[in-house]
Nanobody, 125 residues
Framework: QVQLVESGGGSVQAGGSLRLSCAVS????????MGWFRQGPGKEREFVAA????????SYADSVKGRFTISRDNAKNTVYLQMNSLKPEDTAVYYC??????????????????WGQGTQVTVSS
C-alpha cells in the first residue's frame, strides 16, 4: 500500500512563505517521479511543479516559476515544495503525487499513480 502524506499547509499573508512536505511510504521513493498539484475553489486540479526520480530535472507552472522550488530527499523518502512570495491566487488545496514508472518529470494529473490527501494553503491579502 503506497501512502503519500502532505504536511506544512496553513494560512499566511501575501508575500509570505510556506514549505510543504510529502512523505512517501510503501514503495521505493527513489524510483518515483514526484509532482505537486493544486486545486482552488471551483477550479480543476492543476500542475504546480514536478521532479524526476533523481531530482536532476524539474518543471514548474508559469504561474509559480521563480517563486516555488521542488526538491526531494531520497534518504528521507520526502519531497518538498518551498513556496515564497505567496499571492492570494495561490490559495488552494495542494496535493503531492507519485508516478512509479519513467525517468523524466510529468505534468499531467493522469500521469500519476498515487496521490496524497491534500493540504490547505490560504494566502490573505
Amino acid at each position: 500500500q503506497v501512502q503519500l502524506v502532505e504536511s506544512g499547509g496553513g494560512s499566511v499573508q501575501a508575500g509570505g512563505s510556506l514549505r510543504l512536505s510529502c512523505a512517501v511510504s510503501g514503495r521505493t521513493f527513489s524510483t518515483s517521479a514526484m509532482g505537486w498539484f493544486r486545486q482552488g475553489p471551483g477550479k480543476e486540479r492543476e500542475f504546480v511543479a514536478a521532479s524526476s526520480r533523481s531530482g536532476g530535472s524539474t518543471s514548474y507552472a508559469d504561474s509559480v516559476k521563480g517563486r516555488f522550488t521542488i526538491s526531494r530527499d531520497n534518504a528521507k523518502n520526502t519531497v518538498y515544495l518551498q513556496m515564497n512570495s505567496l499571492k492570494p491566487e495561490d490559495t488552494a488545496v495542494y496535493y503531492c503525487a507519485a508516478r512509479s514508472l519513467g525517468s523524466a518529470f510529468f505534468q499531467s494529473v493522469w500521469e500519476y499513480n498515487y496521490w496524497g490527501q491534500g493540504t490547505q494553503v490560504t494566502v490573505s491579502s
